[in-house]
Nanobody
Framework: QVQLVESGGGLVQAGGSLRLSCAAS????????VGWFRQAPGKEREFIASITWSGGLPTYAASVKGRFTISKDNAVNTVYLQMNSLKTEDTAVYYC?????????????WGRGTQVTVSS
């Protein structure tokens, strides 16, 4: 399984921006998709965005559409999440995960997460 490491989290004021990175330990196969999820204290983990490795097709949750942008750099096997117009309710631990779109298993490679805290 590919190993994933998130970075870029931190403390930011409401209305500010952060860019998260998800670096893979090896080349990501073209059949894969990489997604971002988040989990706030006392809440279930929720899907934020995903991108297909081949073609770069993005998908967003309604809660972040128009504010967050997912992108990738194949050359360095890294996926980014640009987060703009941050709100206090965006505070959570953010995780990236990878899945083979052909295996039917779902997201089975997860990073350890990076904390994002948005202050009012």
């Amino acid at each position: 399984q590919v190993q994933l490491v998130e970075s870029g989290g931190g403390l930011v004021q409401a209305g500010g921006s952060l860019r998260l990175s998800c670096a893979a330990s090896e080349r990501i196969d073209k059949s894969y998709a990489v997604g971002w999820f988040r989990q706030a204290p006392g809440k279930e983990r929720e899907f934020i965005a995903s991108i297909t490795w081949s073609g770069g097709l993005p998908t967003y949750a309604a809660s972040v559409k128009g504010r967050f942008t997912i992108s990738k750099d194949n050359a360095v096997n890294t996926v980014y999440l640009q987060m703009n117009s941050l709100k206090t309710e965006d505070t959570a631990v953010y995780y990236c995960a990878a899945q083979s779109q052909t295996s039917g298993i779902g997201y089975n490679s997860w990073g350890r997460g990076t904390q994002v805290t948005v202050s009012s």
